[in-house]
């Protein structure tokens, strides 16, 4: 899988979560780090509820739920399971000024390689 479509799929919740947030944000990919080799470019819509409860994750293979607690108003942790096993963690931080979002994504694929990679997205 190309790291491209890794992003897109690593955390792409289900639309019964868009209740609390979406952010639009194209991925600055000289800031961000990468375990394979960088995609080109990438834009992305994120929409979370961090809520504490599982909520479905489709179209990725990594994780089929994802469990979101806010941390702060600016800060969100999740937990990333599939069948009942956590596989792996997102931790998001929205700049202050609301312009950068930072994720990092850490885990384990099906194929038992392990990823830890840091994507800096800008505010469009």
Known sequence: MD?????????????????QSVRPGKLNVSKSKFNDAAPKSGTRVYAESADGKAHPI??????????????NSHTSDFTLTKGGK???????????????????????????????????????
């Open 58 to 71: 489709t179209g990725n293979p990594d994780a089929d739920s994802g469990t979101g607690k806010a941390i």
């Open 86 to 124: 956590v596989v792996g963690s997102v931790h998001r931080v929205v700049s202050a000024d609301g312009k950068t979002l930072t994720v990092n994504n850490k885990g384990t694929h099906p194929d038992g390689k392990a990823y830890d990679e840091t994507l800096i997205f800008d505010k469009q």
């Open 3 to 19: 790291g491209l479509a890794r992003l897109i799929r690593l955390y792409r919740p289900n639309t019964s979560m868009c209740n």
